[in-house]
C-alpha cells in the first residue's frame, strides 16, 4: 500500500531556532514528492516539487531535499509567519494521484 | 492570476440531507481534483478529471457522493445523503496537467448534525 508519514507531528520551536521536518514514503513509483503550507481555514499552499534523489530546492527560509525514501524539509531562522501546517505529498506513478502525509504542525515562538 | 474557486465557504446540514459544492479551476488547468480534508489528517483525493473526463473515482462513496465537470471547467462535488462522518473541509484543486503541482482553493467546511 502506497503510504506517507511525516514526523513529528507537532513541533514547537523559538524564533531563530532552525529544525527539520521529515517525509518518508513507501509507494510503488515516485514521479515527484510536493511540499505544501497550510494555514488554519485554508487551502494547502504550494512551496516545492522535487523529482529526483540528490535533489534541493530553496525559498526564503526553507529548504527541501529528497533521498530515495526520504525528504526533509528543512527550516533556517524561523519567524513566527512560519507557522503553520506543513504537508508532503507523493505523486504515485502507478496509480496516478497525490497521497498526501498527516501533515506537521509547526509552532514558532516570538 | 485567478486562483480556484470555491463555494460556499461553510455548510451546515441535518444528516440524511443534500449538499453541493461548486468549483471553478484556474483559467486553463486541465486536471481537476476534489479532496476530503478531516481535521487532523492529510487531504485524501475523492475524484479527479482530466478535461470532463473522470481517471480515479476509486475513492469515492458513490452510494452518496457523485461529481460532476461539465464542458471541462467548472465542477460540482455533490453529497446525498450525508452522514455524521462527511463532516470536513472539502477541497477543490487543479493543475495544468495529470502530475503537475496542484493548486487548491480555500475549501469547504461541512458540518453534519
Known amino acids: 500500500e502506497d503510504q506517507v508519514t511525516q514526523s513529528p507531528e507537532a513541533l514547537r520551536l523559538q524564533e531563530g531556532e532552525s529544525s527539520s521536518l521529515n517525509c518518508s514514503y513507501t509507494?510503488?513509483?515516485?514521479?515527484?514528492l510536493f511540499w505544501y503550507r497550510q494555514d488554519p481555514g485554508k487551502g494547502p499552499e504550494f512551496l516545492f516539487t522535487?523529482?529526483?534523489a540528490g535533489e534541493e530546492k530553496e525559498k526564503e527560509r526553507l529548504k527541501a531535499t529528497l533521498t530515495k525514501k526520504e525528504s526533509f524539509l528543512h527550516i533556517t531562522a524561523p519567524k513566527p509567519e512560519d507557522s503553520a501546517t506543513y504537508l508532503c505529498a507523493v505523486w504515485v506513478q502507478g496509480a496516478q494521484k497525490l497521497v498526501f502525509g498527516q501533515g506537521t504542525r509547526l509552532t514558532i515562538n516570538p | 492570476e485567478a486562483g480556484v474557486a470555491q463555494s460556499p465557504r461553510y455548510k451546515i446540514i441535518e444528516k440524511r440531507q443534500s449538499v453541493a459544492f461548486w468549483c471553478n479551476p484556474i483559467?486553463?488547468?486541465?486536471?481537476l481534483y476534489w479532496y476530503q480534508q478531516i481535521l487532523g489528517q492529510g487531504p485524501k483525493l475523492l475524484i479527479q478529471?482530466?478535461?470532463?473526463?473522470?481517471?480515479?473515482d476509486s475513492q469515492l462513496p458513490k452510494d452518496r457522493f457523485s461529481a460532476e465537470r461539465l464542458k471541462g471547467v467548472d465542477s460540482t462535488l455533490k453529497i446525498q445523503p450525508a452522514k455524521l462522518e462527511d463532516s470536513a473541509v472539502y477541497l477543490c484543486a487543479s493543475s495544468l496537467i495529470l502530475g503537475n503541482e496542484q493548486f487548491f482553493g480555500p475549501g469547504t467546511r461541512l458540518t453534519v448534525l
Open positions: 483559467s486553463g488547468h486541465a486536471t
Open positions: 509507494v510503488s513509483g515516485l514521479r515527484g
Open positions: 522535487l523529482y529526483s
Open positions: 478529471f482530466q478535461n470532463n473526463g473522470v481517471v480515479d
